[in-house]
């Protein structure tokens, strides 16, 4: 796999945890209010408060064999693994929910997303053909529901599978299409992670300069709606691109913002991986002092703080 795709495989994340809402038809009062507090800790970025409370949450549905509560557990605690880079763990959680899901015997929004959710932990692992199976059955299920804006994500999971198969043109082509629909439709987290893809196309396609502009467009989007998981994606993302345009400095900047997200998503190990590179990518000079000052930090302190 070239490097050129690692921006895709980074978006995968984002699909499963925005994905990841609860159903429209809620499971009994407990269940219901711990998955929905998950999920509000697990888009501020806190992993260990969400899973406590995802935990809580399958724990109450179980008591009453609620299946809905027990798939919208399993389908968020998926989602939570996704995030903290557990593929495995996210694709095992997904299809326990999918699995849920199917015994209720009713098709609902829920099943939707955990369709999307399964299909992107799948593209991750490489099971491209099988991830692809799951998009599609999204956007049908998302068409017999009368609902087609909920495909949204399985619609940007498309435009993955085409980068993915070396088919940049047909990528851009499918994310622009869905970066206009969400807009219209404000779907912010489709939106953002519709932009991404277009910004991966347009970078394989030679078009640095239009793709960097999509990244900063999704960098925004992703700041007004406070999902910090996805911002440090879009900084990581920037930072890439610049050091491939030879903006060294720019990227060290994205990168050390990067990992002030890491920092307080408690994630320490991509915190000081990213300041490491950052460091590298100055070398010498009061910016890269000033660096390895919190570098320090956090290699001293196992809170990091």
């Known amino acids: 796999m070239t490097r050129l795709l690692a921006l895709p495989l980074s978006t995968l994340a984002l699909l499963a945890a925005c994905g990841s809402a609860p159903a429209s038809r809620p499971a009994p009062a407990p269940a219901a209010r711990y998955n929905g507090e998950g999920l509000r800790r697990l888009e501020r970025g806190d992993l260990r408060?969400?899973?406590?409370?995802?935990?809580?949450?399958?724990?109450?549905?179980?008591?009453?064999?609620?299946?809905?509560?027990?798939?919208?557990?399993?389908?968020?605690?998926?989602?939570?693994?996704?995030?903290?880079?557990?593929?495995?763990?996210?694709r095992a959680q997904h299809a326990v929910a999918l699995r849920l899901y199917l015994a209720r015997g009713s098709e609902d929004p829920g099943l939707l997303r955990t369709r999307t959710n399964l299909g992107s932990a799948l593209l991750a692992l490489d099971?491209?053909?099988?991830?692809?199976?799951?998009?599609?059955?999204?956007?049908?299920?998302?068409?017999?529901?009368?609902?087609?804006?909920?495909?949204?994500?399985?619609?940007?999971?498309?435009?993955?599978?085409?980068?993915?198969?070396?088919?940049?043109?047909?990528?851009?082509?499918?994310?622009?299409?869905?970066?206009?629909?969400?807009?219209?439709?404000?779907?912010?987290?489709?939106?953002?992670?519709?932009?991404?893809?277009?910004?991966?196309?347009?970078?394989?396609l030679g078009q640095l300069e239009e793709a960097r502009l999509r990244l900063e467009e999704a960098l925004s989007l992703d700041r007004k709606r406070e999902h910090p998981p996805a911002v440090r994606e879009d900084l990581r993302a920037l930072a890439r691109l610049r050091e491939r345009q030879?903006?060294?400095?720019?990227?060290?900047?994205?990168?050390?913002?990067a990992a002030r997200v890491s920092r307080r998503m408690e994630d320490l190990d991509a915190a000081r991986s990213e300041l490491r590179r950052a460091i590298e990518l100055l070398g010498d000079g009061p910016e890269a002092s000033q660096l390895r000052a919190e570098l320090e930090v956090l290699e001293s302190s196992p809170s990091g703080r």
């Open 246 to 257: 030879g903006a060294r400095s720019e990227a060290a900047s994205y990168l050390a913002r």
């Open 127 to 204: 099971a491209v053909n099988d991830a692809e199976s799951q998009f599609n059955e999204a956007i049908a299920l998302a068409s017999r529901l009368g609902q087609p804006d909920a495909a949204s994500l399985a619609r940007v999971g498309l435009a993955t599978i085409a980068l993915r198969r070396s088919q940049p043109q047909r990528a851009l082509e499918l994310a622009r299409n869905e970066v206009a629909l969400a807009r219209r439709a404000n779907l912010p987290s489709s939106h953002a992670a519709a932009l991404t893809i277009e910004a991966a196309a347009l970078e394989l």
């Open 49 to 90: 408060g969400a899973e406590e409370l995802f935990r809580d949450a399958l724990r109450e549905a179980e008591l009453l064999d609620d299946l809905q509560g027990q798939a919208e557990a399993w389908n968020n605690l998926g989602a939570l693994s996704a995030s903290r880079g557990a593929l495995p763990d996210a």
